[in-house]
């Protein structure tokens, strides 16, 4: 994922309101949205070259989604797959904070990296370019490719929006809302922008909640809803790139997910 919006634990009727957006080079191979053939009791998309995902929740209630951090400068070619680290934890079964300090030692082997991992028991965040193991608060956040809640644009007028759409008033959460909140391709001044090292050009590239671009953009957009009663509902929808459209829609095709998890003692 680049962008990660969510409400937690805000909403009487909803312990987790999460909006996401998955920003990767066309060319990198994606399975969509089902539960794994090799892991069926987890939920979520797969990278194919890889073989880890970035954002995935298990019938029994763990939940992991992940971000790069962005520092080109720091890049290791022969680093492992972050997306392994989202696997590890789905398929774990050491409680969120326990499994943090073990990836606290290892960190170092991996690329910048944001990691949301938990229950709805409670969440945690971690990031091995601020080496903190932190619970997240009740609340709405964001995270994109630097630490959680950081000021981007993208990630402070995507958190104005998902508070909008999530307002104690409403009795509904509609998905569609949250998909247009996730497609904003609205580019922010120059002066708002972030220097990450990669040039002014592709700073204005990268800026918007939505990301278009020859070769590179937003792949697929994620809503994940669990509700107070246990009920889970993830939906994804997949684009066409810019250039592979022709006069077709930019949607390629939306899966829609839902399941109930255990009882809660």
């Excluded at 073989?51 to 890049?75: H, K, Q, Y």
């Amino acid at each position: 994922m680049c962008l990660i919006l969510f409400s937690y634990k805000t909403h009487p009727a909803f312990d987790l309101i999460l909006a996401a957006n998955r920003d990767e080079f066309y060319d990198r191979p994606t399975a969509p949205l089902d539960f794994f053939p090799d892991h069926p009791h987890i939920l979520g998309g797969r990278d194919l070259k890889g073989n880890g995902t970035w954002l995935g929740v298990t019938r029994e209630g763990r939940i992991a989604a992940i971000t790069n951090f962005r520092d080109p400068l720091s890049l290791r070619e022969s680093a492992p797959s972050r997306g392994e680290i989202v696997n590890a934890f789905l398929t774990g079964t050491d409680p969120p904070h326990l499994f943090l300090q073990k990836l606290h030692e290892e960190s170092h082997r991996y690329n910048g990296f944001n990691l949301i991992v938990g229950t709805m028991g409670a969440l945690y965040y971690y990031s091995n370019r601020e080496g903190v193991i932190r619970e997240i608060p009740k609340g709405l956040h964001g995270l994109s490719n630097h630490l959680l809640n950081t000021p981007w644009p993208k990630v402070s007028n995507g958190k104005t929006a998902l508070l909008e759409q999530t307002r104690l008033d409403k009795e509904r959460i509609e998905p569609e809302a949250l998909f247009e909140v996730l497609s904003d391709q609205t580019r922010p001044p120059d002066a708002a922008l972030p220097d990450t090292r990669v040039g002014m050009e592709w700073e204005r590239v990268l800026s918007p909640i939505f990301i278009q671009s020859p070769g590179y953009g937003t792949r697929s957009s994620a809503i994940l809803l669990i509700e107070t009663g246990g009920r889970v509902t993830f939906i994804e929808r997949t684009f066409l790139p810019e250039e592979n459209r022709g006069n077709k829609e930019r949607i390629s095709s939306t899966r829609r997910i839902s399941f109930k998890l255990p009882s809660r003692p």
